[in-house]
């Protein structure tokens, strides 16, 4: 599965931004889909990510309350609605997807993810 994701920008803290992760080449049914960050300096972190064979979402504690992920797949699309944005949430946003294992929880460690998109950028000014 191929992932394109959009949506990064500019926004002043307490704004909201929505990024979108398109999926190709084959319907994300079966997959994880996810998001992780990477501010200048740190390592990649995660974010949220869902699954697909029953409901289920799972976020960092960072963004718990704030940002939500959701998904339309008719349009084979993920989406993060980020509000109450803070500058601390400054990063490269990269969209993710890796097979499912139902028997397990959603997997927050980068290694469990296989394909990723290009980033975009995300830029909370205080």
């Known amino acids: 599965v191929q992932l394109q994701a959009s949506g990064g920008g500019l926004v002043q803290a307490g704004g909201s931004l929505r990024l979108s992760c398109a999926a190709s080449g084959r319907t994300f049914r079966n997959y994880h889909m996810g998001w992780f960050r990477q501010a200048p300096g740190k390592e990649r972190e995660f974010v949220a990510a869902t699954r697909q064979t029953r409901p289920g979402t799972r976020y960092a504690d960072s963004v718990k309350g704030r940002f939500t992920i959701s998904e339309d797949n008719a349009k084979n699309t993920v989406y993060l609605q980020m509000d109450s944005l803070k500058p601390e949430d400054t990063a490269v946003y990269y969209c993710?997807?890796?097979?499912?294992?139902?028997?397990?929880?959603?997997?927050?460690?980068?290694?469990?993810?296989?394909?990723w998109g290009q980033g975009t950028q995300v830029t909370v000014s205080s």
């Open positions: 993710t997807a890796t097979r499912e294992n139902s028997m397990r929880p959603i997997p927050t460690n980068i290694v469990d993810y296989t394909n």
